[in-house]
């Protein structure tokens, strides 16, 4: 029933895109090569249609390395108007290692409608507003190792601006829940940058977003945000993740990345807000490799003091 109800939410939402590609000839859409001009965020789903490889890993470095994420994400373009993402299980492994706290997340699919694409780059100028549909399923849950997962569908607007040499980019939506996910056991908590589409993401979110992977850790002591028994999975809420970043030349580029959502559920049962800041640093190694680091720190209602973890992100254009 969670599989049948996981497609046939996924699909309806494929066949509006299809339904919008036919009947979106007014909206204007041009061949917008902006990858040597903005630098794709960490944690933000991008919104031109491309190409490429992803590789993500995130650690835990809240005074010693407690867990490891490695997550990879495949982009393709079908045309112009229309492209699509693919979000292989990310692994988790947390400390410590060798009693097997170590598990594969969800696998994750959208699709991605171009709805406004214009650009300038002779003048440095470039305007793009994409929309996605995105489905995660888990086919093997460990919500014990990783509580803030499950299956899930999410929909989100993505845009970038760019003035050349600065530029803004970012992603808004929804993802829902779908079906029963599971009890957890003992309290946990999920920290993640998000978001994406499936990066994306801080603590509560799950990777239907259309982000990089998440990370799942149980915390030290207990808390508001902490997950009591039987609340487990993907908790359904909005979320808004934007950054502004500024290029260093052509091969550096630097930028700050603040993402919010409400996608947390406190001890009491009401829902709560959290968040995540991430400077990053990026390198473009050549026309087609991307080498960018950050540091976040986020933090949820409730705690006083913000958990930090280091990001790479490393991409491939074809």
């Not at 410590?96 to 650009?119: I, R, S």
């Not at 829902?271 to 991430?278: F, K, Y």
């Amino acid at each position: 029933m969670r599989i049948k109800r996981w497609i046939m939410a996924t699909t309806g939402f494929a066949g509006m895109l299809f339904g919008m590609q036919a009947q979106a000839q007014p909206w204007q859409v041009q061949p917008c090569d902006v990858d040597d001009y903005i630098t794709k965020a960490i944690g933000i789903e991008e919104p031109w249609l491309e190409n490429a490889v992803y590789g993500f890993a995130q650690a835990d470095n809240n005074g010693s390395l407690r867990s490891l994420t490695l997550s990879p994400e495949f982009e393709g373009k079908f045309s112009e108007r229309l492209g699509m993402e693919l979000d292989l299980p990310a692994y988790t492994a947390n400390e410590p290692l060798e009693q097997g706290q170590g598990a594969f997340g969800p696998v994750a699919a959208g699709l991605k409608f171009a709805a406004l694409h214009t650009c300038n780059l002779s003048e440095g100028r470039a305007s793009l507003l994409t929309v996605e549909v995105e489905g995660q399923y888990w086919a093997h849950p460990r919500p014990s190792v990783l509580p803030g997962e499950g299956n899930a569908v999410t929909a989100q607007v993505m845009w970038a601006q760019l003035w050349y040499p600065w530029f803004t980019q970012g992603e808004a939506g929804y993802t829902r829940r779908i079906g029963s996910q599971g009890n957890a056991g003992p309290p946990q908590i999920s920290l993640t940058p998000t978001g994406g589409g499936s990066a994306s993401r801080p603590w509560g979110r799950s990777q239907g977003n259309a982000g990089p992977p998440q990370i799942s850790l149980t915390p030290t002591g207990g808390g508001s945000a902490s997950r009591p028994w039987g609340r487990s999975g993907v908790t359904s809420g909005w979320f808004v993740n934007t950054s502004l970043g500024h290029a260093l030349g052509t091969a550096y580029a630097v930028q700050l990345e603040v993402e919010v959502d409400n996608q947390l559920t406190l001890d009491d049962g009401h829902r709560g807000i959290e968040g995540s800041v991430m400077p990053q640093f990026a390198y473009h190694l050549t026309q087609q490799w991307l080498l960018a680091i950050g540091e976040q720190a986020a933090i949820q209602q409730g705690q006083s003091q913000p958990q930090w973890s280091t990001w790479l992100m490393v991409e491939h254009d074809f």
